[in-house]
């Protein structure tokens, strides 16, 4: 299966490369509100994950993707298919994680980590707090085992927030919906038990951690101890509730990247 084919890549725009990656449970469409607006200025790369939206399903491979790094494989990938210039690497929740992996493997193909309510580790450690004790991880987990559709309705409307925009949490809602169920429940898994704080000092790309201020799934602290901890990185917290401000908070997100875009 080709990269681009099994990615379902699709590229607008020219200029220098910038590449979009979603986050659990989402597709490529959930940049519509950001891609059009760099594509003028940018070569926007867009990918659907393996396991997620129009990707190639048969290429998924439980082995190759039970961790990030599997996935951070698959952008390397594409960037080697479509550039051979540094990209801008612009990813939402655990694929904040995934663009940080490709970087540290393949340092050359990017130029910049833009970082969307990133988690390095979702999980309370010590004085470290990810927003979620063990038990919580293990319970979200059963449920997504045991009812998948139950969970996605329920979890959805939590993931987005946005209360004011409720037609948000329904997308949300559908596109978990549409995901293979094993697949998902395998992503889960490799995404809330991750813990990738040890590689965050070794990130060498400037990087902006973009954050709503109100966020259950990747709480301000975390948002903090990632400015802390990565060297060149740039905190901006988006008055926002929810953890996708590229869709419920769009104009104040463009605004924020495009300013740490000038700065580089």
């Given at each position: 299966?080709?990269?681009?084919?099994r990615?379902?890549?699709?590229?607008?725009g020219?200029?220098?490369p910038?590449?979009?990656?979603?986050?659990?449970?989402?597709?490529?469409?959930?940049?519509?509100l950001?891609?059009?607006h760099?594509?003028?200025?940018?070569r926007?790369?867009?990918?659907?994950?393996?396991g997620?939206?129009?990707?190639?399903?048969?290429?998924?491979?439980?082995?190759?993707?039970?961790?990030?790094?599997g996935?951070?494989?698959?952008?390397?990938e594409?960037?080697?298919?479509?550039?051979?210039a540094?990209?801008?690497c612009?990813?939402?929740?655990v694929?904040?994680?995934?663009?940080?992996?490709?970087?540290?493997?393949?340092?050359?193909?990017f130029?910049?980590?833009?970082m969307?309510?990133?988690?390095?580790?979702?999980?309370?450690?010590?004085?470290?707090?990810?927003?979620?004790?063990?038990?919580?991880i293990?319970?979200?987990?059963e449920?997504?085992?045991?009812?998948?559709?139950?969970w996605?309705?329920n979890m959805?409307?939590?993931i987005?927030?946005?209360?004011?925009?409720?037609e948000?949490?329904?997308?949300?809602?559908n596109?978990?919906?549409?995901?293979?169920p094993?697949?998902a429940?395998?992503?889960?898994?490799?995404?809330?038990?991750?813990?990738?704080?040890?590689?965050l000092?070794?990130?060498?790309?400037?990087t902006?951690?973009?954050?709503?201020?109100?966020?259950?799934i990747?709480?301000?602290?975390?948002?903090?101890?990632?400015?802390r901890?990565?060297?060149?990185?740039?905190?901006?917290v988006?008055?926002?509730?929810?953890?996708?401000?590229h869709?419920?908070?769009?104009?104040?997100?463009?605004?924020?990247?495009?300013q740490?875009?000038?700065?580089?």
């Amino acid at each position: 299966m080709p990269v681009l084919a099994r990615n379902n890549v699709h590229v607008v725009g020219d200029g220098p490369p910038m590449v979009f990656v979603h986050g659990f449970g989402c597709d490529q469409n959930m940049w519509r509100l950001l891609a059009p607006h760099f594509s003028e200025h940018y070569r926007c790369i867009l990918l659907d994950l393996v396991g997620s939206g129009q990707s190639d399903l048969a290429a998924y491979d439980p082995v190759k993707y039970a961790t990030l790094h599997g996935y951070a494989a698959d952008l390397c990938e594409v960037l080697a298919e479509v550039t051979t210039a540094p990209a801008v690497c612009v990813g939402h929740s655990v694929s904040a994680m995934i663009g940080m992996l490709a970087n540290l493997q393949n340092p050359d193909q990017f130029l910049a980590q833009v970082m969307v309510g990133p988690s390095p580790c979702y999980v309370n450690d010590g004085d470290y707090v990810g927003g979620f004790t063990r038990a919580d991880i293990d319970s979200l987990l059963e449920t997504l085992e045991s009812n998948f559709l139950g969970w996605s309705s329920n979890m959805a409307p939590v993931i987005m927030g946005a209360p004011e925009q409720p037609e948000l949490a329904v997308e949300l809602t559908n596109s978990f919906c549409r995901t293979d169920p094993e697949i998902a429940k395998q992503f889960a898994r490799a995404t809330f038990l991750s813990d990738h704080r040890a590689e965050l000092p070794r990130l060498q790309a400037p990087t902006l951690v973009l954050q709503c201020s109100d966020d259950l799934i990747a709480p301000r602290c975390v948002g903090e101890y990632l400015q802390r901890t990565i060297p060149n990185c740039t905190l901006h917290v988006i008055e926002n509730v929810g953890h996708c401000p590229h869709l419920s908070a769009p104009s104040a997100s463009t605004e924020a990247i495009e300013q740490f875009l000038r700065g580089l």
